[in-house]
Each structure stands twice: as C-alpha cells, then as structure tokens.
C-alpha cells in the first residue's frame, strides 16, 4: 500500500507535456503587464514588483508584443486593462499576461488582488479577486492560440491573516490547450520579499527569454531551474505547459502554419472510462479535528516537522495536494533526510502534473531510502504520466519486488505493459480483483485503463 491513498481524489490540471512538433503559425502578439506593488492594507510597498513589471514590458516591447502597463491597479482599472486586452486579441494571436502583486486561492482558483481590494472574508476573495482562470479563458474564447500566464504572486500577504492562520500560497489552474502557466513559487508555498531592485523570478526569466533560439516552454523551464539553483532549494518555480505549437518569445521570422489537432481517440469497445470523483471543498478542512489540532501544534512550535508531516498526508488523502505539498516543503526543509516527506511529495506533485518536481523527489527518497516501495510506485506513476513506459515497468517490477500486495504498483504495471504493446490483461485483472475501485482511482489522476 502506498504512503498516499486518497480517498478523495481531486480533478487533476488537465495539464499534458506535448511536444512542439507542430509551428506557431505568426499572428499578433499582445500583452498585459501589472505590477501592483502599493497596497494600503500593507506595510511593504514592492519596489521590485514596478522594476520588475517595467522591465519584462520592454522587453516584451523588443519582442514585437503590443504591450500595456498597469501599475498599481485598482479594481476597476484592472477590469478595465483586462477588457482592452481582450479587444486586441484576433484569431491565431499570442496572448500573455503577467501580475506581480499579491496572489490568493479560493476554492482551488487563483485571484489577483487589485490594490484597492476590500478582503475581509473568503468571499471577498471571489468578489474583488480577478480568477486567472478565467482571464486565460476569455483570452481562448477570442481566438488567442497561445496563451501565457506569469505570475509572481506567491506572497505572505495581509489579507489572509483575516481569516486565516496560514498563507496558502496559489492553488493548480485548469487551463485551455496551448497555454503556459508559471508560478514564481510552488503550489501552495510563499516566497521571502525581494531585497534589491528586482526580483529573482524576474532576473531569471529575462535572461532565458533574452536568449535566441529558446522556445517559451524550454525558456519558462530554464527559469524555473535557475531560480531554483540560485536560492538553493527555498523557491522553486511552478510551470504547466499544454503548449502543442513551436511558440518563442523572439519573434519567428519562418513561422510554420500549425498543425491541426488530432481527434481524441474513442474508448475501446467495452470499456467504459470511471469519472474521478469531485475535488474537495476547502473550506471543509479546518474542521475536521485531526487537522484542526494539527494546525495548533504547527502554530504554537513552527519547527514542529511530524505536525507538518502528518497534516500533509491528511490533506492529500482529502485530494487537498496544493496543501499538502505546501507541508511537505516544511517538513522537508526540517528534515532534508525524510524519505518520506521527498516521498509524499513526489506522489503530490505527480497528481497535480508537475511531473518534473516529482520524479526528482523520489529520486531524492531513494537516494536517502534505497528499495523504498512507495517511492517506487509514486516514480512509476510519474513516469508513466510522461510517457516513459519502460522506466514505469521497471518502477512498478521493482516496487512489486519489495511489496509483492500492491495494487496500486500491480494496476500501473498492467497499464504500462498495455501502452508498450505487451499483454497488461493480467496485472489488471489481479488488481482491480483486490481492489474494485483501483481504476477510478487511477482516473483520478488522469492515468486511465482505456487508451490514455
């Protein structure tokens, strides 16, 4: 049995890592850049936000986008910005947003506060936030093939304490196809104020977007790692890519017209796809008492490392993952020894498909862990979400070797057999006979017995 087995099993991003073999036929480039960096409900102005902000809008201007700044918005003038962004946008278009700001999540969706923002409660969140979600939504809707989102909002911030004890840092987004989204932290986690002129995610991000040949997603990725060297471990990026077009913040001077989408491929004959069930209510977690007293141990010793532990496999085991995770960098930032801490974390990230981050961490517990079981199931998972259907099997071999009753390890195993062509049947059937409900379990993190 796995270190995570959820009984509530959250909608995963609807996230793939596709390659970019299709071109990004060359239509027009625009962009919304924010920096809100002036706050009257707080005692810190940002000077690196405005630096920040005002520098990616040059560069951004060099790379041929129509580009708008907006510094210090308020509620209406951010609606306001956003709504002439939309009207730029035509058909085939690139479109990018960037917000340096605060950041929230409620309900599992990220909102940008305005810097006149009235929030008191949870609702007001949803009330003077603006859901990226939404924003990348509507970017869609108007014909943008390339959407881009980057965010550097993983803040502690004022208004939380309100009506928190924690900062919850931002929360996955479901996005349209051909989108980039990056984060300057991970889920759920917050980073430390800048202390000069500008910050580390925006120092990084202009050196790969400055560099000729970078495609975006290869640009976003060498960001994220640079960022993650710099501070040695303490931030480190979050980025999700459905890009499926060769998109490069230089301008393409030989675009390529796109490729059109392949259909999906249709079940196979008599085998009908579970539905994973509904992600969980957050504002339902506090109460339950395990969570609840672990939260007051958390708060009255901040070093208190199996408080954080624990609260992280509760809230995985809810489909919380963004919380979870946020817990398990605690832990392991008490404790860079606990493989399973590295463990938890890597089936977290997995679920939520920062597959990445993921395979890295059970490659760390097993450094720390040779033969840990779990950890080779979780990488099983990983790898057979990226596609590596030769490393899953010899994941899944090795976890069944250490853990001969594992059903999860013996379902992936069937699945992975199945993608390679070899008879899965087997391994299938012996695990869903030990455990009927595995392959629901299994959709619930996008990894399905039928054709996917």
């Known amino acids: ?43 810190l102005v940002f000077k690196d936000v405005a630096n920040d902000a005002q520098e990616l809008a040059d560069e951004l201007k060099r790379d041929d986008f129509d580009v708008e700044t907006g510094l210090n918005l308020t509620g209406e003038a951010m609606r306001s910005a956003l709504d002439r962004l939309y009207r730029k946008i035509k058909q085939g278009d690139a479109a990018l947003i960037f917000f340096g700001g605060f950041g929230i999540q409620s309900g599992r969706q990220t909102y940008l506060i305005p810097v006149d923002a009235g929030i008191w409660t949870e609702p007001d969140v949803r009330h003077d936030g603006f859901d990226i ?36 840092g931002l929360a996955p987004i479901v996005a349209p196809g051909n989108t980039l989204v990056m984060y300057s932290a991970a889920l759920g986690s917050v980073i430390n104020e800048a202390e000069g002129d500008h910050g580390l995610f925006m120092r990084e991000l202009l050196r790969e977007i400055r560099v000729p040949g970078n495609n975006a997603e290869q640009a976003l990725n060498n960001t994220k790692l640079g960022v993650t060297r710099v501070s040695k471990g303490e ?69 208190d490392q199996v408080a954080y532990y624990r609260r992280g496999r509760l809230y995985a085991e809810k489909g919380a ?36 981050s993921a395979i890295k961490d059970c490659n760390e517990a097993l450094r720390v862990n040779p033969g840990l079981a779990e950890a080779l199931d979780s990488r099983g998972l990983a790898n057979l979400k990226l596609g590596r259907t030769a490393e899953a099997i010899s994941d899944y071999n090795a976890a069944l070797q250490a853990n001969p009753g594992s059903v999860s390890s013996l379902f992936g195993r069937g699945i992975a057999l199945k993608r390679s062509g070899a008879d899965g049947e087997p391994d299938l059937n012996q695990a869903k006979s030990k455990d009927p409900d595995i392959a629901k379990e299994f959709a619930g993190y996008g990894v399905f017995e039928c054709g996917g």
């Not at 995963?12 to 239509?27: I, K, P, V």
């Not at 491929?265 to 209510?281: D, F, H, I, L, T």
């Open 1 to 43: 049995m796995r270190i995570i087995r959820a009984v509530g099993i959250a909608v995963c991003l609807a996230f793939s890592w596709l390659g970019t073999d299709a071109g990004y036929a060359a239509g027009g480039r625009v962009a919304l850049v924010i920096g809100n960096s002036k706050y009257p409900d707080s005692d």
């Open 133 to 168: 979600e939404a924003i990348l939504g509507e970017m869609s809707r108007r014909g943008a093939l390339v959407k881009i989102a980057l965010l550097d909002a993983s803040r502690r911030n004022p208004f939380e304490r309100r009506f928190r004890s924690y900062s919850a």
């Open 235 to 303: 931030q480190v990026p979050w980025l999700s890519s459905s890009l499926a077009v060769d998109f490069s913040f230089k301008t393409n001077k030989n675009p390529q017209p796109p490729k059109p989408p392949e259909p999906p491929k249709p079940p196979e004959p008599g085998c009908a796809r579970p539905q994973p069930v509904s992600p969980p209510n957050l504002s339902e977690l506090p109460k339950d008492p395990r969570i609840a007293e672990l939260g007051r141990r958390i708060s009255a010793n901040r070093n």
């Open 321 to 356: 993952y963004a919380l979870a995770v946020a817990d398990f960098n605690e832990a392991i930032r008490l404790n860079p020894k606990d493989s399973e801490a590295y463990n938890n974390r890597c089936w977290a990230n997995t679920i939520v498909g920062d597959l990445q």
